[in-house]
C-alpha cells in the first residue's frame, strides 16, 4: 500500500505543570481524536494526547482505565496513542506515568476521516486512487473508480487485533459494522471497511465514487452506527461544465457560515472556474473569460486558482452592510446558479502564517512596527528559514526575520474585514471605491469609522491606527502594544471584536516570557 501523507496536527498544551519537591509531574489537558481533532474517543482510536513533561519516550505508561495504551509518537506536549481496544465504553480516565487522572469517555463508535494539506473549504481526504496514486487537487479522483480512504474509530473488528499490533496484510480484517460513505450527497458502494494492513489503529475503507458525483471539490462524509466523521473535501474530476460555487468565505479566517463586509477580501470555492491559474492582473474583474458578480457588481479579481477551484476577490464596497446579496461566477461555459450570503457592517479575519511542521497552528501575520520583522515563534522562523533574533542580532529594520514579541512592543496586526475605511475615519465620508487601492503615500489615511477591540491572551490590548494598509484594497492594518499583563508563549490566543460583535479568535501570536 502506498501510503498517504496523514495530517497528525502537533497542538500546544496549555496547562501548566504541577511540580512536587523533586519532581515534576506529567499534566494532561486535553485527549482528542486523532483523525477529527475533536473529543469522541472509541476503544482502538488512535488519539492524540496534549500536556506538559508527557515524555519523549513511546515506552512511557499510558494507562485507560486497568487498560495499557499504545504509545506511537512521543514529545513532551504531544502522545500520540492507540487507545486500548479492550477498553469498556463509557467513562474512563487516562494518565500517562504517575500523571493526575484526566476524565474522558469513550463511544463505541468516534469516526475520524484523516487528512492531507489541502485548500479552499476544508482538508482534502486522505484517499487513494487504484493506481496507488494520492488523491488531491493534480490527480482528482475519477467518478466510477475504486478508492481507498483512511479513517479512525470505525469500532471493533472481526477478529480483534490486539492493541499496539499491526494489522496483518492478509488475510484482510474486517470491521464488525459496515459503514456508509457520501460524496456530494450520494450514496458510494463500498467494499471493504477493516484495519489498514500494517497499520497500528489505522482503518480502510474502499469504495466506488458514484458515477454522478460532479467534477471539483466535493464534500465525502462517513457514518457508521450512527455516529458521523467532519465533512471532508475529495478533489473530483469533472468535464466541461458551468461552474459551481461551493461556498464564499472570509478570505483570511475561511470562517464557515460567517457573514461577509463589503470592502473586504473573500474566497470562492467551488469547481469548473475555468481552465487557467491567474494570479496577478488586480483589478480587473475578469480573467480568460471567468469573472464574479455580487449583486450583479463586477468584484475585482486578486486569484483565479482554476486547478483548485479557488477564486479571491475584492468584495464590492457598494454592497449593502446587513441582509442578503447573491454571488454569482461565469466562465466561457456558463453562468453558476446564485449564491447566496450574508452581509455584515464588519466581520473581521485575521490573515496567518502557516506552518507545514504544525498545521494546526495559526499564526497571526504581525509584524513589529515600522519593520519587515515578523512576530512569530522561533520554531516558524526556523522552518521558514528567517533569520531570528531581530532585535537582538543587529538586523537591519527594512530586513525580514522573525520572533516573538516582547510586552511593551508596538505591532501591526494584518486581517481583512473591518468595515467602512473612509479619510480620516469621517462617519460621513466616501468609502474606498471598488477597484481602487488606499495611496501608498499615506497623504490620504483610510480610518475605520468603527474601532476594533484588541485582546492578547485575554488582555486588552491599546488601538492606535485601525485602517486600511496604504497601497492595499480589502488589506486593513490594526496597530497596538503587547500589553503588560500578556501571558507567554509560541501560541497566545489574539482576538479581534468590532462593535456589531463579529469578532476572529482563531489566531494565535508568540510572546516572550
Given amino acids: 500500500m502506498k501510503s498517504a501523507r496523514f495530517t497528525m496536527v502537533l497542538l500546544l498544551a496549555g496547562s501548566l505543570c504541577q511540580t512536587l519537591p523533586g519532581q515534576t509531574l506529567p499534566v494532561i489537558s486535553g485527549v482528542f481524536n486523532g483523525g477529527s481533532f475533536d473529543s469522541r474517543l472509541a476503544p482502538g482510536l488512535l488519539a492524540d494526547v496534549f500536556g506538559n513533561n508527557l515524555g519523549t519516550d513511546t515506552s512511557v505508561a499510558v494507562t485507560v482505565g486497568d487498560k495499557q ?65 494520492v488523491v488531491d487537487i493534480f490527480n482528482p479522483a475519477i467518478p466510477g473508480e475504486s478508492l481507498a480512504l483512511y479513517a479512525v474509530g470505525l469500532g471493533p473488528t472481526n477478529p480483534v487485533v490486539p492493541t499496539g499490533t499491526p ?13 456508509g460513505i457520501t460524496v456530494a450527497g450520494q450514496a458510494a458502494a463500498i467494499q471493504f471497511s477493516g484495519a489498514a494492513p500494517a497499520q497500528i489503529g489505522l482503518y480502510q475503507v474502499i469504495f466506488t465514487l458514484p458515477a454522478g458525483v460532479p467534477g471539483g471539490n466535493q464534500p465525502i462524509m462517513l457514518g457508521i452506527g450512527g455516529a458521523i ?33 463589503p470592502g473586504s477580501f ?13 494570479l496577478t492582473g488586480f483589478p480587473a474583474t475578469g480573467f480568460a473569460g471567468v469573472s464574479v458578480t455580487f449583486n450583479g457588481i463586477g468584484a475585482p479579481l486578486v486569484h483565479v486558482i482554476a486547478s483548485s477551484g479557488q477564486i479571491n476577490l475584492v468584495i464590492p464596497s457598494e454592497l449593502p452592510e446587513s441582509g442578503t446579496v447573491t454571488v454569482a ?48 515563534p522561533d520554531a516558524l522562523a526556523q522552518e521558514l528559514s528567517l533569520p531570528g533574533h531581530c532585535h537582538s542580532g543587529g538586523i537591519s529594520r527594512a530586513a525580514i526575520c522573525g520572533e516573538p514579541a516582547s510586552a511593551g512592543d508596538f505591532i501591526q496586526i494584518y486581517m481583512t474585514g473591518l468595515g467602512r475605511a473612509t479619510p480620516n475615519g469621517d462617519p460621513a465620508g466616501t468609502p474606498l471605491p471598488t477597484g481602487t487601492v488606499a495611496p501608498a503615500d499615506g497623504k490620504t489615511v483610510y480610518l475605520t469609522v468603527s474601532q476594533p477591540g484588541v485582546s492578547i491572551g485575554g488582555v486588552p490590548a491599546q488601538v492606535s491606527f485601525s485602517g486600511l494598509a496604504p497601497g492595499f484594497a480589502g488589506l486593513y492594518q490594526v496597530n497596538v502594544q503587547v500589553p503588560a499583563g500578556a501571558p507567554a508563549g509560541d501560541d497566545v490566543p489574539l482576538n479581534v471584536t468590532m462593535p456589531n460583535g463579529q469578532a476572529d479568535s482563531s489566531t494565535t501570536i508568540a510572546i516572550r516570557p
Fill in 229 to 261: 466523521s467532519r465533512t471532508l473535501t475529495l478533489p473530483v474530476a469533472g468535464r466541461s461544465s458551468p461552474p459551481a460555487i461551493g461556498a464564499v468565505v472570509n478570505g483570511a479566517s475561511f470562517a464557515a457560515n460567517a457573514p461577509l463586509a
Fill in 167 to 179: 494489522a496483518p496484510v492478509t488475510p484482510q480484517v474486517p470491521t464488525v459494522a459496515p459503514p
Fill in 329 to 376: 461566477v461565469t466562465t466561457p461555459a456558463g453562468t453558476s446558479a446564485s449564491f447566496t450570503v450574508n452581509m455584515a457592517p464588519a466581520a473581521p479575519g485575521i490573515f496567518i502564517v502557516p506552518s507545514s511542521l504544525i498545521p494546526k497552528r495559526r499564526t497571526a501575520a504581525v509584524l513589529f512596527a515600522n519593520t519587515a520583522w515578523k512576530v512569530m
Fill in 266 to 278: 473573500a474566497s470562492v470555492f467551488g469547481s469548473s472556474f475555468g481552465s487557467i491559474d491567474q
Fill in 69 to 133: 495504551a499504545k504509545v506511537t509518537l512521543a514529545i513532551p506536549t504531544q502522545l500520540v496513542i492507540e487507545i486500548p481496544v479492550d477498553a469498556p465504553v463509557g467513562p474512563a480516565a487516562i494518565r500517562v506515568g504517575n500523571s493526575p487522572p484526566f476524565s474522558i469517555t469513550l463511544l463505541q463508535y468516534a469516526p475520524g476521516l484523516l487528512s492531507q494539506s489541502g485548500t479552499g473549504t476544508g482538508l482534502v481526504a486522505a484517499a487513494h486512487a487504484q493506481s496507488g496514486d
